[in-house]
């Protein structure tokens, strides 16, 4: 049997975007959109299996139906531009799947679902259509099933003649006379004035028709509804016409060409990862990377390794698997020089003294793929890494960082020089991975390393070319290195202390469980989102916001919208809170504490976002939760290793709006920071026009909304959410911002002129962000890199910034001979171990480094603290 499945692509993805918070992967591109139609994509497939597949857009605004009426769709909100720039994705997740799409000049997706949905059902196909709009009822036959999203996007109801008629007490074509008669304020078509659904249906049930209800007006009981029914008889003939869906869209395709069946997998699982849809790419089984034909090459394997095999200059190739250097061995090492080719095995190499010389001399001049990698890892082994000069994969980086991969294979391919098997073709991929026989080992390390001794003078050369030289050598590569020595020396955890903290939580935990179930007069499971939903919906007889397949939605948004109606609430989300915070960060961080130290070694990704922010993984230490002060608590935690010693604090205040006033020359804004005013309340005067004395808290928090979101290219739908507040009051704001700092509308405007001219933008310190879509035919994608424009130089910058403090201070330590230990970075913060006697010096040394790291035309401010634990620092 052959199936069809349409789907409303506009509807879908309105859902999707409205059903969900907005989210944004690393990139800054929004994802909410796409992320529910991926789901409810999968979800159909899976669940259909269907034989052909389409997904209808609406082509345009104007369609054949604003002939007849022009007001037709007049009522619609503009689509707030956070949807309409995620469409082009969504239509790149249907190529991906190789599932066809259509959109028609002057036709709507309803004609082109009603026109395919009839002819396949002529032809005996079952089609079931998805959308989530009750137009579509109108369809509905034997062959024919619409599925209507009810909340959210994946509860569904699926709608056949028998549903129809039990919901309605009517037949699916009388859909069209039923929404002539009462209208739709959703596409702006009026009906009759005063009949609603339930009055509609009544008229139909008797008289059959529109038409049978205008032709038997007399009949009719009620003075007024007589009156309404003739005033407005045109009208509800013109909403019958409007409301049916046309079944004649001409198609230059036929039904089989939508045969819907294999996709490539990896093609899916890349654009999935490129959006970091990670819970999603768990659902698919790719094998990866394909083996390719390799000319052969020689090399020697050096099981003692002599001076007579080292020279200045070498490729070297540390080889570890997996992300978590810290805990893995090494495998192997390559070595190319001007000598020759050489695969040394681990032990060999750890045990030759000429070898471990080599590494540990700073005037040996050696290149590598993963500079923080191997510091690291030969870190583990007691060797100190010094000689590094050329680090393959952050020169690949700052070349271009919107590329997904920096791997030795993607580079040498990408810059024709010669192929290389993938690391997964050598080792597998998950539960397959596997160390190969040693010479399969020998020779990918060797292969890794000769790529890497012919791409270094390659890179080099384009740096020089990009104005990237000194931002590569004097501030990437430095900092690698600084990174290493932090992730090295780790950071040491008071697991006595995290385990009260945990014992409290568990404790507090319990008492809101006590209070919660008093409230609700009865025990039930807290975290079971079915009886939370009848204790709140059913037996409290709170309004239900959201329905979910297995019933009542609890999640916080809902939750949060309930609390002011019943005290019951705020405890159900303190409690979630305290869960999350005891399971997420009390045991997590209780399981990647080192046994024999209590230290926890992050991993920091140098080369990963876009913008040249730092990230940290294994764990992520930026992200401990610091507004609720129980998550605060846990850096009490966070002890230096040395007994006696004191955490240092140091953090930059305002940084990216300190940059954006230097790149605007907004005048305004340079006067605030020179004179050291807390900008939010100064954007608060300057946009409502009051004093400072009249600035309130709501006015200060409305400023600052804008102040953080203007550079981000926040738009009044993005604010109104942030503030909740209408749109049009957003937008009011958002002028009246521009009016206050005209400068930085003018920075905003000319940003994406010069980026549209040379196709990208840069930080101060020439850092690249490459944005092809700023000529983009479409509105969407062009948008979006406009966006990205205004935001990449000053967020990019204030990351340089802090970048260069790491190095500097870094340089200072080592030059004074202190002992004191950088430790971590989180965000726009430096974190120290200091010895006592060398608080006073680090409290002045660290902000004057971070102060004077980059001069600008406002004066960068560090804030600096001390005291027993993180959590006294500040």
Not at 282 to 297: C, S
Not at 568 to 574: D, G, P, R
Not at 768 to 781: A, D, G, H, I, Q
């Amino acid at each position: 049997m052959k199936k069809l499945v349409l789907i409303d692509g506009n509807s879908i993805a309105y859902r999707a975007f409205f059903a969900l918070p907005l989210l944004n992967n690393e990139k800054g591109v929004y994802t909410n959109a796409v992320y529910g139609f991926t789901t409810m994509l999968l979800k159909i497939i899976e669940e259909e299996k269907p034989t052909h597949m389409l997904v209808a857009f609406d082509a345009g605004k104007t369609t054949f139906r604003h002939k007849t009426f022009e007001e037709y769709k007049g009522g619609r909100q503009k689509t707030p531009p956070e949807l309409s720039e995620q469409f082009p994705l969504v239509r790149e997740l249907l190529d991906a799947f190789n599932i066809s799409r259509y959109e028609a000049e002057n036709y709507e997706a309803d004609d082109i679902i009603g026109t395919l949905a009839t002819n396949a059902a002529e032809k005996e196909f079952e089609v079931k259509v998805y959308s989530g709009d009750k137009d579509l009822l109108q369809l509905v036959s034997d062959k024919v099933t619409v599925v209507l999203t009810k909340k959210g996007i994946t509860n569904v109801e699926a709608y056949d003649k028998a549903l129809i008629s039990e919901k309605y007490g009517i037949t699916p074509k009388q859909i069209i006379d039923m929404k002539g008669l009462m209208g739709d304020s959703s596409d702006n078509i009026p009906g009759v004035p005063g009949v609603g659904e339930k009055t509609a249906l009544k008229l139909l049930k008797e008289f059959g028709s529109v038409e049978k209800v205008l032709d038997s007006i007399d009949q009719i009981s009620g003075k007024k509804m007589k009156e309404k029914l003739a005033e407005n008889r045109e009208q509800a003939l013109m909403s019958k016409e409007l409301a049916t869906i046309f079944l004649e869209v001409p198609f230059e395709t036929e039904l089989d060409d939508l045969s819907f069946g294999d996709y490539d997998q990896k093609t899916v699982v890349d654009f999935m990862k490129e959006l970091e849809f990670t819970s999603l790419v768990t659902k698919f089984d790719t094998e990866g990377a394909e083996e390719v034909e390799l000319e052969e090459i020689t090399y020697e394997r050096l099981d003692k390794l002599e001076d007579e095999h080292l020279t200045k200059e070498a490729a070297l190739i540390v080889e570890v698997l997996g992300e978590n250097y810290h805990q893995t061995p090494i495998e192997g090492f390559a070595m190319v020089n001007e000598k020759g080719r050489f695969f040394i095995p681990t032990e060999q190499a750890l045990d030759s003294p000429a070898f471990v010389d080599w590494l540990k001399d700073d005037s040996t001049e050696i290149f590598v793929f993963d500079a923080k990698q191997a510091v690291v890892s030969l870190g583990w082994q007691g060797i100190l890494l010094n000689g590094v000069v050329f680090d393959l994969q952050m020169a690949s980086y700052l070349l271009d960082p919107s590329l997904s991969s920096h791997e030795i294979s993607d580079v040498a391919s990408r810059k024709g020089l010669g192929q290389l098997q993938e690391d997964e073709v050598v080792y597998g991929k998950g539960a397959k991975r596997r160390i190969p026989e040693v010479d399969q080992l020998a020779e990918h390390l060797v292969r890794k390393a000769d790529a890497l001794y012919q791409l270094k003078p390659v890179l080099e050369k384009e740096l020089k070319e990009n104005e990237q030289e000194e931002l590569y050598r004097d501030l990437e590569m430095p900092l690698s290195l600084v990174l290493g020595r932090m992730e090295t020396t780790g950071i040491k955890v008071d697991k006595e202390q995290l385990e009260q903290m945990g014992e409290d939580l568990e404790l507090r935990l319990n008492d809101l469980e006590k209070k919660i179930h008093e409230l609700a007069e009865t025990s039930f499971n807290i975290n079971s989102p079915k009886q939370l939903g009848e204790i709140l919906f059913e037996k409290l007889g709170l309004p239900p916001v959201k329905k979910t397949k297995t019933g009542y939605s609890t999640s916080a948004d809902v939750l949060e919208k309930l609390a002011k109606d019943h005290e019951i609430v705020e405890h159900i989300l303190h409690y979630r809170q305290l869960g999350k915070l005891n399971s997420t960060y009390i045991e997590g961080l209780l399981k990647v504490t080192k046994e024999n130290t209590h230290k926890i070694h992050t991993r920091y990704n140098q080369a990963l976002t876009q913008t040249g922010r730092l990230s940290s993984t294994d764990p992520n230490l930026q992200n401990i939760p610091i507004r609720l002060e129980e998550g605060r608590r846990i850096r009490k935690a966070f002890i230096p290793s040395e007994k006696g010693w004191k955490m240092i604090a140091a953090d930059y205040s305002q940084i990216e709006l300190r940059v954006l006033a230097h790149i605007a020359e907004d005048e305004k804004l340079i006067e605030a920071f020179q004179l050291d005013m807390d900008v939010h309340t100064k954007t608060a005067m300057d946009v409502f026009h009051v004093s400072e004395e009249e600035v309130t808290s709501h006015m200060r928090r409305s400023a600052k909304a804008v102040n953080f979101g203007i550079v981000y290219g926040i738009s009044d739908f993005g604010l109104s959410q942030s503030l909740g507040i209408t749109r049009k009051e957003a937008g009011q704001f958002i002028e009246r911002y521009f009016e206050s700092y005209p400068k930085v509308k003018e920075y905003m405007d000319n940003i994406i002129e010069d980026a549209r001219e040379k196709g990208f933008v840069s930080t101060l310190l020439h850092r690249r962000r490459y944005l092809p879509e700023l000529t983009s035919r479409n509105f969407n994608k062009r948008s979006f890199a406009e966006r990205t424009a205004m935001n990449t130089p000053i967020q990019g910058t204030a990351a340089d910034i802090i970048k260069k403090a790491m190095v500097e201070i870094a340089t200072k330590l080592e030059e004074e001979q202190m002992q004191s230990r950088m430790l971590l970075q989180v965000h726009d913060e430096l974190i120290f171990e200091v010895p006592e006697e060398e608080v006073e010096k680090m409290l002045k040394l660290v902000p004057e480094v971070m102060e004077r790291a980059v001069e600008l035309k406002v004066p960068l401010k560090a804030d600096v603290s001390y005291g027993e634990t993180w959590y006294d620092a500040k």
